[in-house]
């Protein structure tokens, strides 16, 4: 091997090196991503790695709910490798940036004005990208002023010269050349002048390596010449070359996430379920999403490197309040002089109080202030008024309505946003019952249909006066698998009757009997499962697709409801040591795990969640039966 191999062997590992120690550095400092980070990485290490082999940019684009740490990522790595004197970041919502400064209209302009260099490598990180939209939810096209140089970056990395700034300088020369012309023989003629920002784009635009004091002095003859110039020996040489860009799209795509993205009021849901759930996205679903914001031909300009960021992990969410606690504690003893140990329940509470699993770390760094910012000063103020000396520990629990100092054998309560808490609370023993039986009712009629246990049912809930139970979804729905989601709809209120008679049954099933309904209804007119298949009255629009020949269906509907309603009643019946076991753990611990489930109920439940009825194996029967007959006539 020759030096020169051997030299560049060298570099190419010292530089792969580099990178591996990145990424160890940023799974340090950003908890519950190290997936995340390792594709970053892995797609960032050909542009590291061998720039000189990269002849358009390199796109990665991140997609996730806020507050998970996207743009966070992108700084940070920046940082790291060397390129913060080489990092622009736009925020593409069109305001940001200088919203005075006429460069801050487009992307090259603000590259020109940044430490990137045209033909060499930088970093640009397009943030907030999905308010950057091209078209509205019908599909058409929305106006949009700022920024419009972007596809072209993204395609080639190419930018060809503002021709319509160039135009604008044009059209002032002509101007000012028209009122000399006509001014009064005793009036001062007006020498004309280009204003320092029109100095810019000319030197800029046409690669000039004059000065801009010099080129602010030319004549309009002098820069007259430089556009025919410009024009003549033809435009493709006056592309700027970005060509070794790295550029980082950025955004929250909520279409996405369904339902979950919205429901920011949300703190009741648990961190982990939710992170399965949006750790399934893909690049299919990112481009679904794309394609009811852009068009066709721009999605495609953003490649196929999409990362998509699921929601941060109990793990994650418990590692980040460790390391906020631990700083909190820090700061307050060196500015107080006492020391101080958290138990475990402040912890607890902290993560109780501050975890909204769609808003991502936001809400938590908000909460973390609010309760041990304060908390611990509180503390200390009440350490010291109690004549604690420097050095002396105090220790701050928690119990769910407050924090709780101690020092020398003497405690105080300190009172600390734990809302949330007391929001969950049911000190009610009635409605706890009440609520207890109902979500029990769903829940094991549930897993006796679908043969898994929800994924959970609580009854201690913040966000709205009731409880819930959360089942995995489905890929297919077959008739069977319908009439089951029916019976486990009607199943709270069953479990009502069952328990407390008819007189006492509540009016909390009225969203379950419309939900049932719903279910039944589409079964019998629009998913062909009746004795009839309705016909779907069409129009322009898709959304306007409605079965208006109701009257038919809607006693086949009624009594699907009424024998679902009584199936629920006899599994319920059958099964009263389970129901009154998940009713008892509701009303001790407030909710049910799957694990827990099992454990209460003594059911087996071993189907998997991905679990689909049998039609490989009804296939295979079929294709069976169908090869007998033919032997029989063979």
């Given at each position: 091997m020759s030096d020169s191999q051997t030299n560049l062997r060298d570099q190419l590992a010292q530089k792969n090196q580099q990178l591996q120690n990145v990424a160890a550095q940023l799974k340090t400092e950003l908890f519950g991503i190290d997936a995340i980070i390792d594709r970053a990485i892995d797609a960032v290490r050909a542009w590291y790695v061998l720039p000189e082999l990269v002849t358009r940019p390199v796109i990665v684009c991140l997609w996730g709910l806020t507050g998970t740490g996207k743009t966070q990522l992108?700084?940070?790595?920046?940082?790291?490798?060397?390129?913060?004197?080489?990092?622009?970041?736009?925020?593409?919502?069109?305001?940001?940036?200088?919203?005075?400064?006429?460069?801050?209209?487009?992307?090259?302009?603000?590259?020109?004005?940044?430490?990137?260099?045209?033909?060499?490598?930088?970093?640009?990180?397009?943030?907030?990208?999905?308010r950057f939209r091209t078209i509205d939810v019908k599909r058409s096209e929305l106006r949009v002023e700022r920024y419009q140089d972007v596809w072209a970056l993204l395609s080639d990395g190419r930018l060809p010269p503002a021709l319509s700034l160039l135009g604008d300088i044009e059209a002032s020369i002509a101007e000012a050349a028209f009122d000399a012309e006509r001014a009064d023989a005793d009036e001062v003629k007006r020498r004309f002048k280009l204003r320092p920002w029109e100095a810019q784009e000319l030197q800029r635009n046409l690669k000039l390596d004059e000065p801009l004091l010099e080129i602010m002095a030319w004549t309009p003859e002098q820069i007259q010449q430089r556009l025919r110039a410009f024009r003549e020996e033809g435009q493709q040489q006056w592309d700027t070359d970005y060509t070794r860009l790295l550029v980082f799209v950025c955004g929250n795509l909520d279409e996405m996430y369904e339902d979950l993205a919205t429901s920011v009021d949300d703190c009741d849901s648990d961190a982990d379920i939710f992170h399965a759930l949006t750790a399934k996205l893909s690049v299919i679903d990112v481009k679904q999403a794309l394609n009811k914001r852009f068009k066709p031909e721009q999605v495609a300009r953003l490649g196929n490197e999409h990362?998509?960021?699921?929601?941060?992990?109990?793990?994650?969410?418990?590692?980040?309040?460790?390391?906020?606690?631990?700083?909190?504690?820090r700061e307050t003893e060196a500015r107080c002089g006492l020391r101080f140990e958290l138990a475990a329940s402040v912890r607890e509470q902290i993560y109780a109080n501050a975890v909204f699993p769609a808003q991502g770390t936001r809400p938590l760094?908000?909460?973390?202030?609010?309760?041990?910012?304060?908390?611990?000063?509180?503390?200390?103020?009440?350490?010291?008024?109690?004549?604690?000396?420097?050095?002396?520990?105090?220790?701050?629990?928690?119990?769910?309505?407050?924090?709780?100092?101690?020092?020398?054998?003497?405690?105080?309560?300190?009172?600390?946003?734990?809302?949330?808490?007391?929001?969950?609370?049911?000190?009610?023993?009635?409605?706890?019952?009440?609520?207890?039986?109902?979500?029990?009712?769903?829940?094991?009629?549930?897993a006796l249909l679908f043969g898994r246990a929800p994924r959970e049912i609580k009854i201690h809930v913040a966000s709205f006066e009731g409880g819930y139970n959360t089942y995995t979804s489905r890929k297919v729905w077959s008739r069977q698998n319908l009439e089951d989601a029916i019976c486990t709809s009607l199943a709270g209120r069953a479990a009502e009757l069952l328990v407390f008679g008819p007189a006492m049954s509540s009016s909390g099933a009225e969203s379950d009997l419309r939900k049932a309904t719903e279910t039944a209804a589409r079964m019998w007119r629009h998913t062909g499962h009746g004795e009839r298949i309705g016909r779907c009255?069409?129009?322009?629009?898709?959304?306007?697709?409605?079965?208006?020949?109701?009257?038919?269906?809607?006693?086949?509907?009624?009594?699907?409801?009424?024998?679902?309603?009584?199936?629920?009643?006899?599994?319920?019946?059958?099964h009263r040591d389970a129901l009154l076991a998940l009713v008892d753990e509701l009303m001790a611990q407030g909710q049910v795990t799957p694990t827990r489930f099992a454990q209460v109920t003594g059911l087996t439940l071993d189907r998997p969640a991905e679990a689909l009825d049998a039609y490989a194996q009804r296939l295979a029967e079929f294709r069976d039966a169908d090869n007998a007959v033919a032997r029989l006539r063979a």
């Open positions: 992108v700084r940070r790595l920046a940082q790291l490798l060397g390129f913060y004197d080489r990092f622009v970041e736009v925020q593409m919502d069109g305001f940001s940036n200088g919203a005075g400064w006429r460069g801050a209209q487009s992307i090259s302009g603000m590259l020109a004005e940044s430490g990137v260099r045209e033909g060499e490598p930088g970093i640009l990180a397009l943030d907030e990208f999905q990362i998509v960021y699921p929601s941060l992990s109990r793990q994650a969410y418990e590692q980040l309040i460790a390391q906020g606690s631990a700083r909190y504690v760094f908000s909460s973390l202030h609010g309760i041990l910012g304060a908390g611990l000063a509180k503390a200390a103020l009440w350490a010291l008024a109690q004549g604690a000396d420097p050095g002396d520990l105090v220790g701050l629990a928690a119990d769910g309505r407050s924090l709780v100092a101690h020092w020398r054998g003497q405690s105080q309560a300190i009172a600390v946003p734990f809302e949330i808490s007391r929001l969950r609370q049911r000190n009610n023993a009635d409605f706890r019952a009440l609520l207890a039986v109902h979500e029990a009712g769903h829940g094991l009629v549930h009255d069409v129009s322009s629009e898709s959304g306007e697709h409605l079965l208006t020949d109701v009257e038919a269906t809607n006693a086949p509907v009624e009594a699907l409801l009424q024998a679902e309603h009584g199936r629920a009643t006899r599994l319920l019946a059958d």
